[in-house]
């Protein structure tokens, strides 16, 4: 409707016409700048900062950041930071006056387990915007995550770089050293200096006790590249290897397809023998170039299976390598879960299901003063789909401040008989003052399709954003949205959760910390609104109503209480299972969500989540637990079990539905590890079993093997019967990086 239309475009105007009058002056000064000290003379990495050239480093002024902001410190810290033309350097002195209290609950790599910690954050470009996070727990096992969206969005741990750390456990606490390889990091030199941001924190598990440097307010989330404190390094330059990584696999599959008569089914068996190979290349200090060819992914862990009880998509999150350097930087969500891009597209089905990745070749990094990305990639033809190329560009840079920027997007994904579809978009997150930030997002996609059947409608192809929010953890906060997509909104390289509405968003909050001597660490008072509307017609699709009050203790337990008013207009029946569905209708509901979720420092812990309501013309009583038991440092046990109970009485209708999780990880040092992960999905009918045993020679040499069965737990639930096996794969593969 056209009221939608102009009322979505007029802060897009206002924000427009304010930006370009805000007073200059107003904008935030750049950080204090500190030297970082240079190490004079060599170290061994034994987790013993006793050497000469470390005494010369002097340690860094710690302050309480959980539970008392600036509280007393409970046991003494020492964490040095230091470089030289070769490597970063970390090293802490944790001492501890019960050392065989401290934490030590996981030898899985990348793996936090509520273990004790020592933690490096560096924003290597400056920008306010990205992190790569470096912690080790006190066994040395390592941990290496990005940052992305000022910590607002989310973490991504799938990401692993080349670095090594060393540590000992002693009766006076334990001890630890990082060494980061300055070819490692990407960044950028003027006059021969590097400006990055540095945030370094020791963590006491079973005290929640959190020290920083720099000191960190409430305020803020200590992850916060914003608040890290501005380092600058002298006369450094980036190493450019090449590192090239092959690849060999042999394997083997089942899997169970109906035949030509669609009369029953027959299994097929396949052996693979596969080999292909990575390369990454660091061209300067800015810029990486990975290449690939005959792509594997064999390794990665297969999907949480979910229980899907809306009539929208479900998201499953990227999690391939090759995806991950810089991902933040091809961020491109247009509100309620739409993105231009997801890179899950590429290589695989909308199942899930491989396809072959034939190579393709990613740039990230920066030139001069733009952030850039490239991607290409080319997949093969199969009995199911023709080959495609899909194309990425990505390009921002910083604007008025170091907290904002204003950039864009162009996706194609073409195929070999010359269908495509195209995308692109603009975006902006400007910082206006102190908390205050503006978002301005618009992005549309052209395929053939619609420009033979629709012509020119740039209102159905497009969706926006508009969003001013205020950050702060502390006091008063609030965010206020509108997005608006499409009908025929479809980037062919993106995902698309729904589409044709406009969507009104709108949350205030407020933090309380109380005094020291509450048990309480913080309370929060929020409420969220949310409304969406149809484009088609205008009516009102959705409302989302939630008052909630919750809360962080100090010993590191949190949860909520949160009421919650709905109204649905289902324009179409959808259905929650094969037996179950909810009817075209207006509908009206209640419920309440409690939660609570123990401290992570507890050997035995759990969260839970607990949903009591009425649910369309119907009841539901959801319940979620999620206990963990770390065993020892080698084992850890944990599981996911997720129940609905709903009815609807009126049609004689139920559904109970079952997910169950079970995970069990094993290390038995640090090179050898191995998990297995259960899934039983009720409503899915289906039973899949994931197994990896991986051996790391070296960082970048690793063995694995893979064993994945899929069972049907229900045979007749449709004809021809189906087989007991849904796919079972055995996969040996071996990869080893050679660095020229």
């Known amino acids: 409707m056209k009221f939608f239309k102009r009322l979505f475009l007029l802060p897009f105007y206002l924000s427009a016409i304010f930006i370009l009058f805000l007073p200059s002056n107003i904008y935030p000064q750049e950080h204090e700048q500190i030297e970082l000290q240079r190490l004079n003379g060599t170290i061994e990495l034994d987790g013993f900062s006793n050497e000469e050239a470390w005494e010369s480093i002097i340690p860094f002024p710690l302050t309480m950041y959980v539970p008392i902001f600036e509280g007393n410190q409970t046991e003494k810290s020492e964490i040095r930071v230091a470089y030289d033309d070769e490597y970063i350097y970390a090293s802490g002195k944790f001492y501890d ?61 799938s990401w692993n770089t080349y670095w090594d750390a060393a540590t000992k456990v002693t009766d006076e606490g334990w001890f630890a050293e990082i060494r980061i390889p300055l070819s490692s990091l990407r960044f950028q030199e003027v006059d021969g200096k590097v400006v990055m941001g540095l945030t370094v924190t020791r963590y006491i598990a079973r005290k ?69 190979l990575d390369a990454k290349y660091n061209i300067n200090d800015n810029l990486t170039l990975d290449l690939t060819i005959n792509t594997d992914f064999a390794q990665v862990e297969v999907d949480d299976q979910q229980i899907n009880l809306t009539r929208f998509s479900l998201f499953y999150p990227e999690k391939r390598q090759f995806f991950q350097e810089r991902s933040s930087l091809f961020d491109f969500v247009v509100g309620d879960g739409n993105r231009l891009l997801h890179t899950r597209r590429i290589g695989l089905t909308d199942q899930g299901e491989p396809i072959r990745i034939l190579g393709g070749a990613r740039l990230v990094g920066k030139v001069k003063d733009w952030e850039i990305g490239f991607l290409d990639m080319q997949t093969a033809r199969n009995d199911a789909n023709p080959s495609e190329n899909f194309g990425v560009l990505r390009a921002r840079r910083q604007v ?10 162009i996706t194609s994904r073409i195929n070999e008989n010359g269908k495509y579809n195209l995308a692109y978009g603009v975006d902006g997150v400007v910082r206006v003052i102190d908390d205050e930030y503006l978002t301005l997002k618009w992005s549309q996609s052209l395929d053939e399709e619609y420009i033979q059947t629709k012509g020119n409608r740039p209102f159905e192809i497009g969706a926006g954003l508009v969003s001013w929010q205020r950050r702060s953890k502390t006091g008063f906060s609030y ?10 909104y479809n980037p062919g390289v993106g995902f698309v959760q729904h589409s044709d509405y406009t969507y009104f968003t709108g949350s205030v909050k407020y933090n309380i910390y109380p005094d020291d001597e509450d048990i309480m660490r913080r309370h929060l008072w929020a409420n969220i609104t949310l409304i969406r509307f149809r484009n088609s017609d205008g009516k009102m699709e959705s409302l989302y109503f939630a008052p909630w009050w919750e809360f962080e203790s100090k010993s590191g337990a949190t949860g909520w209480v949160e009421p919650r008013v709905h109204h649905e207009d289902v324009p179409s029946a959808f259905k929650l299972s094969e037996t179950t569905e909810v009817p075209t209708g207006y509908y009206h509901y209640y419920d309440v969500w409690l939660n609570f979720v123990m401290p992570e420092g507890e050997l035995i812990s759990t969260s839970a989540d607990l949903v009591v309501g009425s649910f369309y013309d119907g009841w539901i009583t959801n319940l979620t637990l999620q206990p963990t038991w770390h065993v020892s440092g080698n084992l850890e046990l944990s599981a996911t079990y ?99």
């Open 97 to 157: 006056n019960s050392p065989s209290e401290i934490r030590i609950n996981s030898l899985y790599r990348d793996r936090f387990s509520g273990d004790d910690g020592f933690a490096v954050y560096l924003d290597t470009f400056n920008d306010n915007e990205n992190a790569l996070l470096f912690a080790i727990n006190p066994a040395g096992i390592r941990q290496d995550v990005i940052i992305s969206g000022d910590a607002e969005a989310s973490d991504n741990a």
């Open 208 to 276: 929640n006790e959190r020290v920083t440097f720099p000191a960190i307010s409430p305020k803020y989330v200590f992850q916060k590249p914003s608040v890290a404190q501005d380092i600058v390094l002298s006369g450094i330059h980036s190493h450019n290897p090449l590192y090239v990584t092959p690849y060999l696999l042999v394997g083997g599959s089942q899997t169970s397809q109906l035949n030509s008569q669609q009369a029953e089914y027959d299994i097929n068996k396949k052996f693979s023998k596969e080999i292909g």
């Open 400 to 409: 008025f401040n170091d907290f904002s920027y204003l950039g864009g997007m």
């Open 479 to 488: 965010n206020l949205s509108i997005t608006r997509t499409g009908a025929d």
């Open 642 to 740: 997720d129940i609905n109970f709903i009815k609807f009485q009126k049609r004689n209708q139920s559904l109970t539905s079952h997910l169950l999780q079970l995970r069990i990880q094993s290390a038995f040092d640090e090179h050898a590890s191995a998990q297995a992960y259960l899934q039983y999905n009720s409503v899915a009918n289906v039973v899949g079993l994931y197994t990896s045993f991986r051996y790391n020679f070296s960082e970048g040499t690793d063995l694995w093997i893979v064993y994945n069965h899929n069972l049907n737990t229900d045979r007749f639930r449709r004809e021809p019967v189906l087989p007991q096996l849904g796919s079972n794969t055995l996969i040996l593969k071996y990869t080893n990086t050679f660095t020229f």
